[in-house]
């Protein structure tokens, strides 16, 4: 029989035979009720997922501010299709968006993040077809196992009188492992040829996305790609001149403007001080003049809106600094709107124990003036520098040969990076001393190891729900209850686990965004990529390895006792691995039809936005509140690519066993959903303003490297319990070359995805070679996104100005106005920068 007929057969098999096990007929009623828990968990994921799309199809053309918000406020995504208003219609638009489009609206990091479901779903394609045409009828031929694990549970293997072992040593009656030559060396073959599989179409991809990197990056003319950040400079070079000399003096190009880090704390404190203060007002006028939100058009969420009060702004001018606040006595400015001046009280005298009611809008209105005074004197002050500079070149060749050179003989000074945009510095971080932020670093590394063992300790009576054995020994009446009802029993053990599970990966990621903000890096694009680092650590090691390895253990005393015994040597690691992963299988399988069927559309959905935006609607009161509520909602990568490369690992290390045909084809469900929904956020509902130029990618290699290793040492421990010691040794040189493959590739690939290469630099352009670019020149790239068209952040506010020159914010941000109810934000903000000189060549709008 050929292997594309046994193939066909045993697939066959599966869904009709009725087969004789002994003396007892297996019926296809007892296969329902033995595969119980697989049909419950995708019927149910089925439900939700398509529940979730149907609402998304019959809410997008209604609710365009939320589900088409990025395409209705950033020009870059202006250009792309406008999709049909249709149910299904608009599900063929977007799957023609080609990759060059992509590229265009959202950026390399999108194009990066959709290339690796790309990379993921053609393996998959290559494992699953291997599975289904050689491994499954192995699989059958020598075990009688279909690779759904409830069927292969209900039916002994086929082939009785071959050579077997015990799992575990003891009971050789109870479970016992083909050790067949014929049937064993598919876990020696296979593995090679997977391995490779992902190395090559790892390499095909890579090289492409390196190609594209190169001259997406190598045709921009930029401020960001023409400047480096110095950090480690002398006491003696501490100054805009002497850093302009130094650089120059290298004779690598000229300097055209350097921005010295300075210790401008008190500064940000007054900014964010006026910012809460001006907050404050806005909300004062509104309790006078009773601003509700435009009815405007159909594009919003549908909860109570009123007409839109159209009263003119008022024009307010306090002359007295001595505002009289104090003195109750009523100002003669204060106009009959219907409504009453709200007051506020103001507690004064001996430990602040005596109050009196004044003016609500006159109090803030003189606090921002008084702060306006502090702010423009702070503004005139010279603040102490610190060791950190953005040096801006006039070449783009200059700035990426001071990047990739040693500056100077002595370790620790004149180190140069390449600098991030200027608007995504976080610049409380500049002033921070190198003690300062090492010591952060340092014990955020110091928590995270903490919060690994209590996400450890956690996990174990998760798993514990997944077997019946484990339930009995620690709450008998649950575990008795549910071997009475099988259908709660399907459902705790099924759904709940993989339920708990899904709900870690989603919540856990913010505490680790909590922690990489806290961390003292310099940009919002390094931050994102601590935050996938993290975020992946704990998927992998807390989900996947430790899970998986210990999750079978009954009792605290022998999760410790295995712990303690894996650390010892990589044979350990191979045999926990062996021994667990297939009693997981199951497990796995329903984690992939949850994440890939159930939850995956709720993310096109944005359950989480919607759920919060009544909460958001009724809290907001002032103008400016509401013009926040259309703002996209921001694309986070840490949250989503270790999620994603944890399914294509799994994916990897199951590829062997009896059920990894299923597996592969929930993972290709998972990949092909995952790609279609991301593809519609990143480009048309949710914005991300981290821009790393798709520096995740090495990050994204190296990680499927680990699963690699991973899936190896699996296999070796696979062959190791079967006896097979001399065809696990075979797999010891797989596992030698891709640790050494991987150390070779962070050599020689690396480099290209961090710097761009002197070659590809296009050198008419102006800014790319030795022509420095004229000062009336707009520096916005042939394609793409501009990095330096990213708006002004200060703390949490987003504001409408994007800057063009580094320079911290709060030295040359507008001091604008209360944005009062009848007024526009350009009657705010006082018109565009050309109104104003000084600001004209540093912010657009």
């Known amino acids: 029989m050929s292997l594309t007929t046994s193939a066909a057969s045993a697939l066959f098999t599966t869904l009709i035979q009725n087969s004789d096990d002994g003396d007892h007929p297996r019926r296809w009623g007892d296969q329902t009720k033995e595969s119980r828990d697989l049909y419950t968990q995708f019927v149910i994921s089925s439900a939700l997922g398509l529940g979730a799309f149907l609402s998304f199809c019959v809410l997008r053309p209604k609710w365009t501010e939320l589900y088409a918000a990025r395409r209705r406020q950033r020009c870059a995504a202006s250009a792309l299709p406008e999709l049909p208003d249709s149910f299904f219609g608009w599900i063929p638009v977007l799957y023609r968006i080609t990759e060059d489009e992509v590229l265009q609206s959202a950026g390399l990091d999108a194009y990066v993040f959709l290339s690796f479901f790309k990379f993921a779903i053609r393996l998959l394609l290559y494992i699953f077809f291997f599975a289904v045409t050689v491994i499954l009828p192995l699989h059958y031929k020598y075990t009688g196992k279909y690779g759904v694990p409830d069927w292969d549970d209900f039916r002994p293997p086929r082939n009785d009188s071959m050579n077997a072992i015990s799992l575990f040593g003891k009971d050789k009656d109870k479970d016992k492992l083909v050790t067949d030559p014929g049937y064993i060396w598919i876990y020696v073959l296979f593995p090679y040829i997977f391995s490779g599989l992902a190395i090559y179409l790892l390499l095909q991809e890579t090289n492409k996305i390196i190609r594209t990197r190169q001259s997406y990056l190598g045709n921009q003319t930029t401020t960001t790609d023409r400047t480096v950040r110095l950090s480690g400079i002398p006491s003696e070079l501490i100054s805009e001149d002497k850093i302009k000399e130094f650089v120059e003096g290298l004779r690598v190009g000229k300097v055209e403007s350097v921005t010295l880090c300075r210790k401008w704390g008190e500064l940000d404190r007054l900014i964010d001080e006026r910012m809460e203060i001006l907050r404050k007002l806005e909300r004062a006028w509104t309790k006078h003049l009773g601003y509700k939100r435009p009815r405007g058009d159909n594009n919003t969420l549908p909860l109570t809106r009123q007409p839109q009060y159209t009263r003119a702004r008022l024009s307010l001018e306090v002359d007295d600094e001595n505002a009289r606040l104090l003195d109750g006595i009523d100002h003669d400015h204060v106009l009959d709107y219907g409504q009453t001046r709200p007051k506020t009280r103001v507690w004064y005298g001996p430990l602040k124990l005596r109050y009196r009611l004044v003016d609500e809008i006159d109090y803030y209105e003189e606090k921002l003036r008084k702060l306006d005074e502090k702010v423009t004197h702070a503004r005139t002050k010279v603040f102490p520098p610190t060791e950190i500079a953005f040096v801006t070149m006039e070449s783009i060749a200059a700035s990426q040969m001071l990047a990739q050179a040693t500056l100077d003989p002595h370790p620790m000074q004149m180190f140069a990076r390449l600098a991030p945009a200027p608007a995504d510095i976080v610049w409380k971080n500049t002033y921070l001393s190198r003690s300062r932020r090492m010591t952060q670093a340092w014990s955020i590394t110091i928590i995270i190891g903490l919060f690994t063992i209590f996400w450890s300790v956690l996990l174990l009576p998760i798993a514990g729900l997944l077997e019946l054995d484990t339930l009995r020994k620690f709450i008998p009446a649950l575990a008795q209850t549910l071997a009475e009802h099988p259908i709660l029993k399907s459902l705790v053990s099924t759904g709940l686990p993989t339920l708990a599970f899904s709900l870690l990966t989603v919540a856990v990621p913010y505490i680790y965004e909590w922690l990489s903000n806290n961390q003292g890096m310099m940009s919002r694009g390094d931050i994102e990529l601590s935050v996938i680092s993290k975020n992946f650590f704990f998927s992998f090691f807390n989900l996947f390895l430790l899970f998986t390895v210990f999750g079978t253990a009954t009792s605290f005393y022998k999760f410790w006792e295995h712990l303690r015994d894996a650390f010892k040597d990589a044979t350990t690691i191979a045999f926990a691995l062996a021994t667990s992963l297939e009693s997981f299988t199951q497990f796995y399988i329903n984690l992939l039809v949850l994440q890939g069927l159930g939850l995956f559309p709720f993310r096109l959905l944005e359950f989480g936005n919607v759920a919060l935006y009544p909460l958001q609607f009724f809290r907001a009161k002032t103008p400016r509140e509401y013009a926040e509520l259309s703002t996209p909602p921001k694309f986070s990568y840490g949250f989503s690519i ?204």
């Open 642 to 845: 270790p999620q994603t490369i944890l399914a294509l690992i799994i994916c990897i290390v199951y590829s062997v066993f009896p059920s990894s045909w299923l597996i592969c084809l929930f993972g290709l469900v998972y990949f092909s959903i995952g790609q279609f929904i991301y593809k519609y956020q990143l480009l048309y509902a949710m914005d991300h303003q981290q821009h790393s130029t798709g520096r995740a990618w090495p990050m994204i290699c190296n990680r499927v490297y680990v699963g690699l290793v991973v899936y190896q040492l699996a296999m070796i421990g696979v062959l190791a319990l079967r006896g097979a010691i001399t065809r696990s040794l075979l797999l010891v040189p797989l596992l030698g070359f891709t640790v050494w493959f991987s150390y070779w590739f962070a050599r020689s690939y690396e480099p290209l995805m961090k710097f761009i290469a002197l070659k590809s630099i296009n050198r008419d352009n102006p800014g790319g070679g030795d022509v420095s670019p004229s000062l009336s020149s707009t520096f916005s790239p042939p394609m793409g996104m501009d990095r330096d068209a990213l708006p002004i952040r200060i703390g949490s506010q987003e504001l409408g100005l994007r800057l063009k020159k580094y320079v911290n914010p709060s030295l040359i941000l507008p001091l604008y106005d209360a944005w009062l109810p009848g007024s526009s934000p350009d009657q705010v903000n006082g018109g565009s920068p050309a109104e104003h000189p000084d600001l004209a060549d540093i912010v657009s709008i």
